[in-house]
Every structure is written in C-alpha cells, then in structure tokens.
DNA sequence: TTGTAAGCGTTATCAT
DNA sequence: ATGATAACGCTTACAA
C-alpha cells in the first residue's frame, strides 16, 4: 500500500506538501496548482490510500463511532444502528458494532476495546437493567473516557452520567394506554418487559397511570422478554387464561408482532375480538399495520452522530402516536 | 490516557519490558514473576489502555473486520451480522458495519475506507446486481486489496475474486418448490427479488427447474423487492387476480412475512386456502411457524470470521428444509 | 532476564 | 509556497 512518503517522491515535492494536498484539515493551505495537480496524479497512479492508524495515532483520535447495542437482531436497535451507521459514513466516521446483551461486563468489554480504538464517541442503544452486577464498573469505565474526551451519548435511560436522548418512556406509554381506553377497550393487558429493565418498566408505569386514571385494573404478564417469541407465549397463556383482555399493549413492536402471531393462530380477529398496539414504530410493525407509538429511531441515531461529530446538545425529538388497523373504536356492550 | 511509557516508568522498567507483559503476541518471553507483578500493577493503578492506533500503525494491520451489507436491517443480514460479530469479539476483533444499499460505488466507497482502518479482513454480505455500474471498479478495488493481504469473504454469490462461503440458491428453491408440489399444490406463484440480483435470480431458477419438472407452468410476482412490505403489494396483487395461486413461495422469509399479513388481512385461511413458504430461516420466520429452507446465516457469519483469523478455507454449511404451520399436505380436488 | 533504539505513516511546528 | 524534522505509542531486532 503506497504511502505519503512514496507519492511525494512520485510527485517529486516533500511529504509535507503531499499531505497539505491530500489532507482534510489543511486543504486550504497555499499549494500552487501545479503541485497540487503533481500530487494528486500521483497519489492516482500509486493508488495511495491514507493510513488510518497513523493518523489516528498522530491525533490521539480515530474516526470511528463505537455503538454498543442490546441486541443487533431487534429491529429496534437495529434501526437506531442504521440511522447512526448512515449520519456517520455522510460525516466521514465509521461505525463500529458490539453487541452486549444487556449485562454490564459485557458492556463493560467491549468499551474498553472501544477505548482502545480512540473512538471519538460511543453510544449505548438499549438501557439497563437496574442493580445488574458490573453496573458500577461500567460506570466507572464511562467516567473515565468522558474525561478523556470520548463522548458517550446514550439512546435509553441509563445510571451513568453520559448524554442521554431519549424518548419519555412513560408518558408514551400512558398516552398509548389512554388512547385505547378511549376507544371503548376495558380490559387491557400489558405483555412483555423485563424484571429491572428501566424503559420497559417506565413504560409499565406509563400504562399503570393511564388505568388507574381510568378506574381500571391494570394487568401486565410476560415479564419475560423483549422478543417475538416471548410475545407470542405471553399472549398464548392471556387467551388460555379465564378472562380474556380486550386489548393488548405490548412493550415494543418485537412482542406485538408475536402477540398478532398467536392471536391469528388462535383464530381471533383483530382487532375486533382483541385489539393489539407496539411502542416503537419499526417497520415490521408498519406492515402488520400496527398501531404503535412511532418512535423516531433513526433520527436518535442521527442525533448521536452529529453530538459526536459537532459537540451539540440536541434536543430529543418527540414521537407520535401511530394508529393502524389493529385497534379500532369498540362499542361498549351494556 | 496512559501510555506504555508512564506505566514502565511506574514500574521501574524499560517498554520493552512493559510490552512484554502486556502484549498478546510476546506473553510467553521470559520475565521474572516480580517484575510481571510490578508491571501488572502498574497498568492497573494508572489505567492503561493500549492504543489499538499504534499496535495497528506497527503492526501494519489492525484487528477490524468490515462488513459490508447490502441492508442491515433486513434479519437476514442482521443474523450474518451478529455471526461475525460475535465470532470477531471472541477471537480480540472489532467488528466495523458499514450499510452499502446494494449499490456498487457505495461499497466501493465503504470499502476503501475499510482498507484505510487497515482491516483485517471484509465479509460482503449480500450478492450483487448484474451488470450495475461500479461493479468493475469495485472489483479492481477488491483485487487491490487482496493482494495487499486483506482477506475479503463473500456470504452470497459476487461477480469478484473473493473467497465465497456460500448456500446453493437454486438447489435450495429447487428443494423447496419439489416440496410444495408434493404436497399437492398446483398453482404455485414465487414472489420477491430485484432484477439482475444474482442471488435472488438463483432461486427463481429452481423454481422454475422444479416447476418444469412437473410439467407446472411457473409463475413469478414482485420483482420489486425484498422487503416484507414489497412482499406484501405482490401477494395483494396476486390475491386480487383473476387465477389465485394455492402456494407462494417466497425469495426470503422478508417476503414472505409480507406475504402473511397480506393474506391474513384478506380474510384467507393458511395454509388451506394459500400455503407460504420463505429462504431464510430467520427468528421471525420462526415466529410465524413459516415454512422455509433455513440457512445456518449466524455460522455463515463466524465462518467468514474464522476463514480471516486463521487463514483456512472452510467448507460452506448445509441448508435444510424447516417444516411450518403455514405448508400442509393438499388433497388435490379431482 | 532486561534494555536500547529504530521505525511504522502521519501531522504540526518551525524554518526558508 | 515549500520543506526538514520531531513527535504520536507501540513492537521487535539486537545488545547486554
């Protein structure tokens, strides 16, 4: 691989010049066209590739963003990755993926190697599950980077002390819940979550709120997982159990898709026998034409990147509630 | 952040010394168990972390792997995806993503910038589209690399020189179509791809092998995507033409989820009134009790991971046939 | 068993 | 407008 030294020699000027030319940060110092041209069909015919690792030693910063993800597998995360992956190819970074499947030393792990890699920031999609062990380590770990000046953004309530965008977990859910009250459902059910999970449980609070408001016994089940499968066998023993719900809010779309699953296989209908809504606003949702709470995920990945990229403070975008054709108006039965 | 340096000097010892204790490569030199403790120590109480830059800079490769895909949030790739990584994380290597949308300057693009990281080695996943502009400089590009001694993996059928860890597309579909005639369905429509997708294009050859072979006359939907909403619009359509196929077979599980909504919200019974059946064997599928041919898609990812880390050529893992809920036997009406 | 020193490719400082 | 040179933090021959 040609390096500055041999395109310089090519061009016949010195490497400082052959940087000047090629470089990022110093384009705009006088180099006369002539040279400039020399350099730039040199670097061509050697087909010069700048060394990352060198400047990254040189800055004491690489280009890469370090995302620490859940779960790479769930749409949800997912989509954030993407939003983050796209904002930072535009801005000229490189994404690097971890997963860590909620537990602390994991997270833990796979920061330092971010650290390792000067990462200019890393971002944590997913919160925590409160009093998990490694928690404190992890967020010593995370002090200590910010000192250095790694920023660390996070796309879900966390402990640490890192820049939070987040959605309002609770009231999302308590406007989700409210609406189906609205709509004329009585008994609704909360499926999925899992024990200690901030968002999930701030999103049964949410849910609680909007029932008790309502005079409502509030019914959460499946405390089991954030997944699919988790919704589907939650819904599984709701419909077995002796008083079916009417409706169903699920943590996040992942459940409600597993939820639609068993409610379909069950030879219900939907949403006139039970009405079924996500929090999160995927796009597997949006072809189940799922009512859900539509969550900006690609834009908070967008939002990191450019905290990352330019210093920012942004401010969290809202959501909004999405209404498809599994809920619909119920006719209270006297 | 402490640098190799401040920790010798904390320890009483020259680098050298310090390299040797902490480094991977130079575990095994003699050093008296003193100063290892002393050494240790050190770096614990001052924080060390080793620069990934410089290790990279000297070593003249880091330890990144790039992956290139063609959507990550399509499961199919988020599975290869987490494969990689996983296997990456295990053997000390740091997964980069970069998301190319199938186009050919995009992953040229993504992957010079990986080629600058100095990685180690670049899985592509996903298959390429005939004769899109680009695919020649990307190609040269690649070669280029190779030569330089990245090794570049592809998990899906690429028209460049790369080491392929691929599953036969159109013996799998072959498989699957034979499968569904023997259940006794007759009209069996397949549905999804894009034109020119090599991988894609495979799979609609065993098909129509299959289908010649039992003197069925193919028919063949949707050649606008890969996406469950694509997979949907096609199966509405189908749905709403004259002659209704018994069975859909599905380019991936993508689609064929699409396909499920589709028909669910047309009112129609799976499998009696329409069998579906998917290539993929992604956990949604699984949700779904799909029908499909199951791809080892995570080993696909760690195979790839150990072909770069050990420099072995490994033998690509078989498909299989997974059995859902939504294909049964059809008794053929006389 | 331990240490010295060169050098990886780049950028920044200071001349010219 | 251009160039010489010294770092950046680490690994590794080569000495001792």
């Keep these: 691989m040609a390096t500055l030294r041999e395109v310089a020699r090519l061009a016949g000027v010195s490497v400082t010049t052959a940087s000047r030319v090629l470089n990022d940060t110093d384009r705009d110092h006088p180099v006369s066209d002539a040279t400039r041209a020399a350099v730039t069909t040199a670097a061509e015919t050697a087909g010069y590739r700048r060394s990352a690792a060198a400047r990254a030693l040189k800055n004491g910063r690489s280009r890469l963003i370090g995302v620490i993800a859940s779960d790479v597998l769930d749409p949800y995360f997912a989509e954030m990755t993407r939003g983050i992956e796209v904002a930072a190819a535009a801005a000229g970074y490189v994404t690097v993926l971890a997963n860590a499947n909620r537990d602390p030393y994991q997270e833990r792990s796979r920061f330092q190697v971010l650290r390792e890699h000067g990462a200019a920031g890393i971002v944590f999609c997913g919160s925590d599950i409160d009093g998990a062990p490694g928690t404190a380590e992890l967020a010593r770990e995370v002090n200590h980077a910010m000192r250095d000046g790694t920023d660390v953004i996070s796309l879900a309530p966390r402990g640490f002390a890192a ?3 987040v959605i309002d977990n609770e009231a999302s859910s308590y406007d989700l819940t409210t609406h189906l009250l609205d709509l004329g459902n009585r008994q609704i059910a909360f499926v999925g979550g899992l024990p200690g999970l901030v ?13 008790y408001n309502q005079d409502r016994l509030p019914r959460v089940a499946g405390l089991d997982g ?5 919704g589907r066998a939650a819904t599984e023993r709701l419909l077995a159990s002796a008083t079916r719900p009417d409706a169903i809010i699920c943590t996040n779309d992942e459940t409600a898709i597993g939820a639609l699953a068993a409610i379909w296989q069950a030879g219900l209908r939907i949403p006139e026998d039970i009405a079924i809504a996500g929090i999160g606003g995927t796009d597997t949702g949006r072809v189940f034409d799922l009512t859900s709470i539509e969550l900006p995920l690609a834009e908070l990945g967008r939002l990191a990147v450019e905290c990352i990229v330019t210093h920012s403070t942004p401010v969290p975008p809202e959501y909004r509630l999405r209404l498809g054709r599994t809920t619909a108006p119920r006719n209270p039965i006297a």
Excluded: F, H
């Design 163 to 165: 820049t939070e965008i």
């Design 199 to 211: 968002a999930a449980e701030m999103r049964i609070s949410g849910y609680r709120r909007a029932m």
């Design 226 to 230: 954030m997944s699919q499968i988790s």
